[in-house]
Each structure stands twice: as C-alpha cells, then as structure tokens.
C-alpha cells in the first residue's frame, strides 16, 4: 500500500493548495492559511512541508514569472498531484467515517 | 542585519530550494516594510531564516571523503609520537587545560547550586512570600515579617490564594530528651499550611495534622536522629523545649541546601498564643491558584487593607501588602529580602572560569603555531603525497581536540578529588553528580569547545605552509609573532586583574578588622544569658574571682548588624522631629569597660533619678547642630498605652563608636539605663586581666550553670566576634586567592613553553654570543625584555580595570581603603617577578651549557 499519511499541518497546507488553484506559490498560500487560521506560520515551517509533500508525491512545482518585488526570483506554483488528491480524500474518508461512528449520544452529554 | 539573514541562509540552506525561498522571504520582506518599518522587517527577516533551520531544508551533510578511519588512526599515531617526542609541551598544554577545564567544571557547580535556589517546588511558579510595607507618620518600614494573622485571612478573603502558610521564629531552643541537652538553631512556628506549600515530605506522621495541636514538634530527619535511634522512634515521644514538655507528632525529608529557607524543627503555630496585628514577626507564604496575575493580587490586598481597616489613616499609619517570587529571594539585590546569594558575585565566578579556559586554550594556541617548524617536514611530506588544505587542517584540529578531551578526561578527575576541598572554600555545598546527563553532554560540549578554540588558528596557519618552501629547506615564520604577544599580553593582563582584586580584597579585611572602633575590644568576654533575672547574681559572682576585672550588662552585641530596636524621637526643644535612633541598655560600668570616650557632661550614675537620662553619641548631636546638647530632651513612646510618651535628658555625649557595622556610617545612638527598654538578649560583657585565661573561662562557665539549669552556655571574646563578622568577606578573599594563583600559574606554564622553545631554537646564537664574551646577565636580558615589555603592556591595561571593579566592590563599604597605585604596582610586580622566574631559569640554565657542544656540529 502507498503512503498516504498527512500530519495536520500538511493537510491545511495540501488544502490551500488546492484552494488557491493556480495561485498557490510560498507567500500566497502563508497569507491563505494565515487569514484561515488567525495564527502565525513560518516560511520555515511552510516551506519545509512544500518540500516534504513534494518529495512524497503528493505535490508538484513549477517555476513561474519573475516579479520585482522578490529580487529578481521566480515564484515556485505548487499544484496537487493525484496521489495527493487520494491522500486528501483518505484523510477526509477516515473523518467521516468517525464521525458517523459516533453515536449521538455522546454530544448529548457533553452539551 | 537583513545581510546576515541572507548570509546564514545562503550557508546552509538547500541549493534546490535556496532560490524560492529567498524569493518569498524577500516578497514577505518588502511587503513588510511598507507596512510597519524597516527595523521590525529585517528583525523578521533574521527570525524567519533562523526558523527555517530545518533538517528537510538544509544542505545535505557531505562528508568530505578524508574522514575515514584509516586516516584518522594515521593521524591518532602521528599525534601520539609528536607527544611522545615533546613530552613537556604536551605535558603543559594537558597539565593547564586540565587544571583550567576542573576549575571550571567547579565553578560551574558552584553557580549552578547558587542559581538552583528554591527552584526545586512543584509549584514554584506560584509560590510567593509576602512583603509587609508600612507607613506610620512620614516612617516607612518594608519588611517580610508581619501580623500571624495576615496568612488566614489572606486566605479566607482572596479566593485566588489556594494556600497561606506562615512561619514565626522560634527563639534559641534548648531541647532535652532523657539525659540528653542541647541547642538547636533554625527552630521555628510553623503551619501545616506552610508544610504543603513548601511541599515538605513527611517520614513519619501524618502531614495533615502532624502540626495541628499546641506544643507539637515535627524535625527533619537529622534532628530526629540526633536524639533517637532512629527516625521512626521519635513519634510519640516527649521532648523537653525551653522547660515546656512537646510531642514528637512528625519527622520530614531534610530540607534541600538550596532552599532559603531550612529549618531543622517545626513548632506548632497554635503553640504561640498571643498572635494579633499588633504583633509582628511572622512571615507569611502563599500559593496562588493557576494563571493568576501578582500585580491582580496586590490591588485585591490593597482592597482587603481598606475593606477589614486594617490600617489606620486618621493617626497617619497605613499598611499595605505586596508578593515576592520566592524563585527570586535568594539572588534578590533587594536588602529587605535577605538573600543570602550575590548575584554579581556568580558574574565575577562566571567570568573568571571563562577566562581560566581562555588562558589554557591561549597556551595551545601559542606553542603550537610557535613549535609548527618542527612539524613543517611532516605537513610538506603530506602535500606532497597529496593531501589537501582541508586534510591538514583537519588532522591539526583532529590533534587538539585529542587534546581537550584528554584534558577534560583529567579535568573531571580533578575536579572529583578537589570537590571537597572547595566546598569547603565557598561554603556552599555544591556538589557535582557526575552521573548527571546533564553534566555529561556539558562535558563533551567542553571538549569539542576548548578543541575547536584552541586548535582552529593553529590549523589554519600550519595547512597553509608551501610544500615546496618546506621540503627545499626554507622555513617560513609561522602564525604571527605578534599575535602571540598579544595573547600573552591578554593572559597576563587577567592574571594582573584578578592578583591585585585579591590584594585589595584583603586589605580591606585587614583594614576593617583593624579599624579602630572607638571601644575597647580587647580582652572582653561576652556571656550570652539565657535567663536575664540571672544578670545581677551572675554579674556579683563574676566580681569575686581574680582575673576579672569589671563586668557589665548590655542587650547590644556589637556588629550583628542589629542595634536592638530603632526608635521615633522628638525634640521638645521648640520644633520636633521625628528620627531612627538605635539604642541600647546598659549598665554604670558599660562605659569604663568598653573605652567610650567622654565628650561632653557626666555618664549616667548610680542614683535612681539616673534612670531617666541618656547618652547620645556626637552623630546624633551634629546631626541637629545642637551646641549646648546637655541638658536636652528626647521622648520616645513608652509603650505603657496608646500614645503616651516618656521623656529623657541627655546627661552625656561621647565620642563617635562603631558598633553596628563597617558596612554603613555611624548612626545616631543613644544609650538607656530604663531596665523598661532592656528588651532582646542580655549579655554580660566582662573585662579579663589576660591572666589564668582558661581557668577564669572555666570559672565563667561553671557560675553560669550552677544559676541557670536551663539555659546552655555561650560566650565568646567580643574581638573573635568581631572577625567572625566578616566571614562572607574573607570567604570571597579565599575564592579570589586561589583562582588568582591557579591563572598566573596557568599563564606562566605557557610563558615557560614559550620560552623554552625559543631558547631552543636561538642555542647556537646564545653559544656565540658567549664565544664572544657575553655573561649570562646578558643572556638573561636578550631573553626576558620582550616579557616585560608584555606585562608591562598588560599591567597597564589591567590598572583601569581593577579600578574599576574594585572601586565598585568597595563602595559597599562605608568604611574602605582606597586603591591605591602602590596596590596595582605591587600587582604589577609580583605577576612580573613570577613570570621572570619562570623565564630565567629555563634562560639561566640554557645559558650555562658549554658553548662547544652546541657548536661542534657545525
């Protein structure tokens, strides 16, 4: 069986990802999470899990325009690959399944 | 600082990722700077890359392919036979840096006990102590002792305090068990409140009740074994405390060196019946619940003071409350909080374990690049059969961390058989576990520092030797000549430091245990009394024998710091004022006994309407600029009822004394006959003809005994007293003593390495020279001026340093020397007249070897 297992931050960024579509590179998807979130997030932190997931698969990069405002530097675009669209859908499955196990009368008392 | 950034990132971020990454940081940089200003950006900037440390983002490890082990056991072999060879260098650098890394790993201890402090609770986030402030008329007193009824009513009115504990001191017991009778210091009150919040573990009897009832004794686990067999014994047992019978309800866990706090016995707070607000000297502790805010508490007790009146405005008196991190107490620069750490001391420690490294890393440093000739074959040989820079240096740094582990190795060891030794300098019971893992990784880290310090200049300078210069016969100068000398320059200039501290240290010791006090200390037995309605028994009895020449009462011990009681006086000489006097109580004989010199009017005599007068030292009367003090009143509140005052008339002055302490300037005094203010201890002073000493103590002892059963006997001459006084000061005195010998000796081992090698090199110069008729005075000049140039250089750097510091250290002396310039001088010249001695008579010996057999060879 294939890897598929995300940690949670990995799977918001997988997420935004895919929500920024064809935007997503370094600082749109920080700013993206940021404003989801209302918490600060490392370039460190961010870019070190780009990487990780696109040596896993579950992302791939290509290099975009130059802009100014970098310095002269390209722009990296991430997109999802496929096998980062199952790992998504599994982690998602798995909730949902959980969820649904849960019987209600749980909530009830807690409430 | 954002060029730093940029420059750490580029050093160790990875190559693929380097470009977007710097591309967003840069993105993120801009935008920030247009949004906030440029300072906060670049600080994010350096933030950001800082964490971006990561192991899937930095550059993979190359592990340069000369690190393998058959090169490494080439280079082991290499540096075991240049060992074997040079045995005395490497004899220094290991001998110093051992002896540098033990003194460090000692001192680290030592700072590391001190910093350990209180730190040791559960809870010690939460754990405070209380500080009691008051104000009565313009009289503000600040202090942690206060009312035994602030702990349960802090707690019954503040719900944010989880626990209030409190303690009260227990004055001088004397226990009795059986047959057995002696003092035991550290007594106190305490609650069971103040056990829980002090997380006391208990032995034996049960925590929640063991100090619940009156006249309940709970010890430590030494106290208990003090008396009984064995701790499980004392339960139950009876205890005679100062004649009152106690029960044994409880036996504890020994409380930790570090706390502030270590009592040796607990006495049931309900055992003290007279506890109200207008009786102080308790000191309270509380617990606060989770997450609650100090600065939140301190107005909640404001409220409390005003809510339950606990002060009273309308006659000018006001109290108020505040929270002390009981984590803090022990380093406190805050005299109200006793703690008896310094912090600047712990800095000075800190420093000089640094430096001590330093000075053994400087010897390596030097001898190494000063002996590189002799391994200039080797080094060219190895290029020549292709190593690369990279390689020698490697095997250089390889050599010298061989080294610093070694002497780490051998450092431990000694600092192993000297733990008890400076123990016993610091006071301070700070033991090492070197089982610790703590102290394991620090070890290692010292290692890898002192080696990669000490060997990372010389292993630059010898890779960078020309093969070709080498092997052709041409030596070039290695490492820089002048960089040694101001390394030496640098070790010297911290050996002069820390030799002319230790100087002024102990002249000023000397100096304040010299100084003239204005009273007779010599010859003067002080006898604590247990029972003050022995005094005048006691006092006829001591009268009668020979070698006693007057005997006197007082409840004033010189130099505790503590003058007995601090009083508000008023004038009634048309203005009052209000103003602290310390006071004593004494006897006629007082002033004859102790020398005080008469300035003006009569000393109080023997009538009854004696009573009512008193004699104020000159500070008082200046302070006033009263010209006719005789004759003047001074009342002070009787303490009969509410408010009433008793008035005095001055019937003498005398001469300024100094009897509380050097650390502060001569404060108004006065003394009193009234038996009504005879409050604290009383002690006999007696007057000894110097005669038959051991039999008149014997004597002293025996009377004393035969009219007080309870009590046990303390007495002690007033000038041993005196000197016992300044035991913190001759305690830093010794520390600074031996660690200034331990750096000049350091510094001095690298200056014979120094100069034994070149002596070695320049023998033939020197066997011409002597052909040619110099004597060996001249020798010794050519050998040594270059040294005292040095440390000539280094004194002269040193002075205002020492300066400095010293005259800091000073200032918290109202009495003190001053540093003097023969003080840094005699510095100077003892560093110089070691380190002549070390040169000398490796040149001495150099210059007296017979010129032809150096120079046959040729």
Sequence with gaps: ?111 | MKKIGEWILSFFCNKDYYNDIRGDLEELHTRRIKETSRIYADFKYLIAVVMLFRLSLIKPFKFHFFLNSSMINQYLKASARNFSRHKANALINIFGLSVAVAAAILLYGYVRFELSYDKGYDNKERIYRVNNHSNFRGRVRTGITGSGLLAPTLEGELPEVELAGRRHHFSRPVIQFKEKKFKQSLAYYADPNLTKILEYSYLMGDSESALDAPNSVVLTKTTALKIFENESDAIGKQLLVNQVAMQVTGVIEDIPANNHFTPSMLVSMSTMSDISWDRVGTITYVLLKNGIATTHIADKMSEMVERLELGDPDNGFSIWFDLYPITEIHLSKDKNQHGKGNINMLYALSMVAVFILLIACINYMNLATARSSLRAKEIGVRKVAGAIRKQISFQFLFESLFISTLSVAFGTVIALAFQNGFVQLTGVPATINFFDKEIFILLIGLAVAVGIISGSYPSVILSSFKPVLILKGTYPTMGSQSLRRVLVAFQFTISIILIVSTFIVYQQIDFLLNKDLGFNKEAVYTVALGDPDTNGVLKQKYLQHPNIKGVTSTNLMPATGDSGATFTIQSEEGETFQDNVSMATVDNDYFSLMDLELVQGEFLDTSSTGLNFIIVNETLVNKYGWEEPIGKFISIPSGDEEGSMERFVIQGVVKDFNMLSLYQDVQPFAFFKKPKFNWGRQYLFLKLDGRNLLETITYIQEQFELFDQKSIFTGSFLDAHLESVYRKELKTARIFLVFAVLTITIACLGLFGLATFSLERRIKEISIRKVLGANIGNIVKLATTEFVIIILISGLIAAPVVFYLMEKWLDGFSYHIDVTLMTLISGVLVALTIAMLTVSIQTIRTARTNPARTLKYE
Excluded at chain 1, 44 to 50: C, P, V, Y
């Design chain 1, 1 to 111: 069986m294939t890897d598929y297992k995300l940690g949670h931050f990995e799977e918001i960024v997988l997420l935004t990802v895919c929500v920024l579509h064809e935007n997503a590179y370094g600082v749109s998807i920080k700013d993206e999470i940021e404003s989801r979130i209302k918490k600060a997030v490392s370039v460190g932190a961010l870019q070190s899990a780009l990487r990780r997931m696109e040596k896993k698969g579950f992302l791939e990069s290509k290099e975009g325009e130059e802009t100014n405002a970098r310095g002269g530097r390209r722009k990296r675009y991430f997109t999802i690959t496929n096998h980062g669209k199952k790992a998504l859908e599994e982690a998602k499955d798995l909730r949902m399944d959980l969820w649904e196990s849960i019987p209600q009368v749980v909530f009830d008392q807690v409430s």
